[in-house]
């Protein structure tokens, strides 16, 4: 949005200082002295700039609102729907027995996608009020939340490092899209952040549970 009212208005700024500078007057007495057919053409120039500016707003809702369905579809597919539930089962394991029992991969698949969501919405191609708006947005804050505290995200970064090392940049979005939803969800809520994530861990059995629990058609 920001970068097509900047281009939109670096356009119509830099039309008016060719003209101006044109002039030997100054630049309000030139404005002023513009004849009938000036401000016409003035004006016909203003319009179409403000008719671009409403269609590449209007084309970028449109391409942020297909973006969320398809991601939305995704989330919902039969074959998601099951990898969910196996993650759910996951999440239940103490910290590390994932690891052992090499049930990472499920964790990876179901994070992949919501990392996928995170990106497009770091990039502003998903902009945050959508983000919010969005069922999606609130899986991924609560996915975010589980797999960290259960120690699966540490395990799944240090897995395809040299030990001792560990990768961050791993879900990087993923972290970025969850503190910025649960920043909104506190103010939203008007409740403190910490008090915020103790309800996140209160209600992590019932978030799995659900999970588990989903329909497999979906």
């Given at each position: 949005?920001?970068?097509?009212?900047v281009?939109?208005?670096?356009?119509?700024?830099?039309?008016?200082?060719?003209?101006?500078?044109s002039?030997?007057?100054?630049?309000?007495l030139?404005?002023?002295?513009?004849?009938?057919?000036?401000?016409?053409?003035?004006?016909?120039?203003?319009?179409?700039?403000?008719?671009?500016?409403?269609?590449?707003?209007?084309?970028?809702?449109?391409?942020?609102?297909?973006?969320?369905?398809?991601?939305?579809?995704?989330?919902?597919?039969?074959?998601?729907?099951?990898?969910?539930?196996?993650?759910?089962?996951?999440?239940?394991?103490?910290?590390?027995?994932?690891?052992?029992?090499?049930?990472?991969?499920?964790?990876?698949?179901?994070?992949?996608?919501?990392?996928?969501?995170?990106?497009f919405?770091?990039?502003?191609?998903?902009?945050?009020?959508?983000?919010?708006d969005?069922?999606l947005?609130?899986?991924?804050?609560?996915?975010?939340?589980?797999?960290?505290?259960?120690?699966?995200?540490?395990?799944?970064?240090?897995?395809?490092?040299?030990?001792?090392?560990?990768?961050?940049?791993?879900?990087?979005?993923?972290?970025?899209?969850?503190?910025?939803?649960?920043?909104?969800?506190?103010?939203?809520r008007?409740?403190?952040?910490?008090?915020?994530?103790?309800?996140?861990?209160?209600?992590?059995?019932?978030?799995?549970?659900?999970?588990?629990?989903?329909?497999?058609?979906?």
């Amino acid at each position: 949005m920001v970068v097509i009212f900047v281009s939109t208005a670096f356009i119509v700024a830099s039309l008016a200082v060719r003209f101006l500078w044109s002039s030997p007057r100054p630049a309000l007495l030139h404005i002023l002295a513009l004849d009938k057919m000036e401000y016409i053409t003035w004006g016909i120039g203003l319009l179409t700039a403000f008719v671009i500016f409403s269609q590449l707003v209007l084309l970028q809702d449109q391409v942020a609102t297909q973006t969320l369905m398809e991601f939305t579809r995704q989330w919902n597919d039969p074959g998601t729907i099951s990898q969910r539930k196996r993650v759910a089962a996951v999440l239940e394991l103490e910290s590390g027995e994932a690891a052992r029992r090499g049930d990472l991969d499920s964790v990876e698949r179901v994070l992949e996608g919501l990392e996928d969501f995170s990106t497009f919405a770091r990039r502003d191609v998903v902009d945050k009020d959508l983000v919010w708006d969005s069922a999606l947005g609130w899986y991924a804050a609560r996915y975010y939340h589980c797999v960290n505290q259960s120690g699966s995200l540490k395990n799944i970064r240090t897995r395809w490092c040299n030990p001792p090392d560990s990768d961050s940049t791993l879900y990087c979005n993923l972290e970025w899209l969850y503190r910025e939803y649960v920043s909104r969800e506190a103010r939203e809520r008007k409740i403190k952040l910490e008090r915020l994530k103790n309800e996140y861990d209160t209600k992590k059995q019932q978030f799995i549970d659900s999970e588990k629990n989903l329909p497999a058609e979906g």
